[in-house]
């Protein structure tokens, strides 16, 4: 369970990105934020991982008040929480496998990294996750040769071998043609059914988040204008 409780976000050049936010998200759930470019749907993201700190009210993930993690604390709790960008942030030029193997041990030596010495647990844990994904076939190839989506999914798969409870994903599809867009989502659609992982993503095609999306959120400057069914919303969020 997420818990936001009256929270704002100010950034250091007094933009208000976020105000009274108050939602509470349940494990589980599929959620899709809408809303126009500079609402604030990103900064409501980010601060689930604390990739920024709120300014006011708190942060509750599964009881754990967020804002009190300190250094390794922090480091540990985005352990549980997957994130996934619109730009795939993958290694482009090392192969599928090793992307994945590579953030799975984020401890290891550069010297082990090239030489491409892992364990065979981690080797299953990459390989299962995928073939979660569909990409199993695409192991050994270079990032670089993939398509968008390929590479979407690559990212995934990344972020599924860490076992995560939590997937945030920024505008995951944003930069993929629609028939792709589809099979990314289909991907997010299995994750959340299949294995019971939250996935909270912001979309700003509103027609693929209101048929994917148990739950809607629309953000207009900074604040919350519509919580609900994706059947419910109206023209106006
Ligand atoms: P969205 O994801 O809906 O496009 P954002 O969360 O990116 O919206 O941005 C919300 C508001 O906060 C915008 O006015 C944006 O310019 C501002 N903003 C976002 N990131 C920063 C930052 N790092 N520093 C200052 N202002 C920011
Ligand atoms: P997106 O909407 O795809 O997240 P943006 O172009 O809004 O991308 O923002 C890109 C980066 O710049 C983000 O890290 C965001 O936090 C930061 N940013 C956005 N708006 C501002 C701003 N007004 N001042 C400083 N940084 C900003």
Same mark, same amino acid.
Request: proline letters at 3%.
């Given at each position: 369970?997420?818990?936001?409780?009256?929270?704002?976000?100010?950034?250091?050049?007094?933009?208000?990105?976020?105000?009274?936010?108050?939602?509470?998200?349940?494990?589980?759930?599929?959620?899709?934020?809408?809303?126009?470019?500079?609402?604030?749907?990103?900064?409501?993201?980010?601060?689930?991982?604390?990739?920024?700190?709120?300014?006011?009210?708190?942060?509750?993930?599964?009881?754990?008040?967020?804002?009190?993690?300190?250094?390794?604390?922090?480091?540990?709790?985005?352990?549980?929480?997957?994130?996934?960008?619109?730009?795939?942030?993958?290694?482009?030029?090392?192969?599928?496998?090793?992307?994945?193997?590579?953030?799975?041990?984020?401890?290891?030596? @550069?010297?082990?990294?090239?030489?491409?010495?892992?364990?065979?647990?981690?080797?299953?844990?990459?390989?299962?996750?995928?073939?979660?994904?569909?990409?199993?076939?695409? @192991?050994?190839?270079?990032?670089?040769?993939?398509?968008?989506?390929?590479?979407?999914?690559?990212?995934?798969?990344?972020?599924?071998?860490?076992?995560?409870?939590?997937?945030?994903?920024?505008?995951?599809?944003?930069?993929?043609?629609?028939?792709?867009?589809?099979?990314?989502?289909?991907?997010?659609?299995?994750?959340?059914?299949?294995?019971?992982?939250?996935?909270?993503?912001?979309?700003?095609?509103?027609?693929?988040?209101?048929?994917? @999306?148990?739950?809607?959120?629309?953000?207009?400057?900074?604040?919350?204008?519509?919580?609900?069914?994706?059947?419910?919303?109206?023209?106006?969020?």
């Amino acid at each position: 369970m997420i818990e936001f409780k009256n929270v704002e976000k100010k950034y250091p050049n007094n933009v208000k990105a976020l105000e009274d936010i108050n939602i509470q998200i349940p494990k589980g759930e599929f959620v899709a934020v809408i809303g126009l470019s500079g609402a604030g749907k990103s900064t409501l993201i980010r601060c689930i991982n604390r990739m920024h700190d709120i300014t006011r009210g708190k942060l509750i993930v599964d009881g754990i008040d967020i804002g009190k993690l300190r250094g390794y604390e922090i480091r540990k709790f985005r352990q549980r929480i997957g994130m996934i960008f619109q730009s795939f942030n993958l290694v482009t030029r090392i192969s599928v496998l090793k992307n994945v193997l590579v953030s799975l041990v984020p401890e290891l030596s @550069a010297w082990r990294k090239v030489t491409g010495i892992f364990s065979r647990e981690h080797k299953i844990k990459a390989l299962t996750a995928l073939e979660q994904v569909g990409i199993l076939d695409k @192991a050994f190839v270079r990032v670089d040769q993939l398509s968008g989506g390929q590479q979407q999914r690559v990212a995934l798969a990344r972020t599924l071998a860490q076992n995560p409870e939590i997937i945030l994903a920024d505008e995951p599809i944003a930069s993929l043609d629609p028939v792709t867009s589809k099979q990314v989502m289909n991907d997010f659609k299995r994750i959340n059914e299949e294995m019971g992982i939250t996935v909270i993503m912001n979309i700003h095609h509103v027609e693929i988040a209101l048929e994917y @999306a148990h739950r809607i959120l629309g953000v207009r400057d900074g604040r919350i204008v519509y919580d609900g069914s994706a059947k419910d919303v109206t023209e106006e969020v």
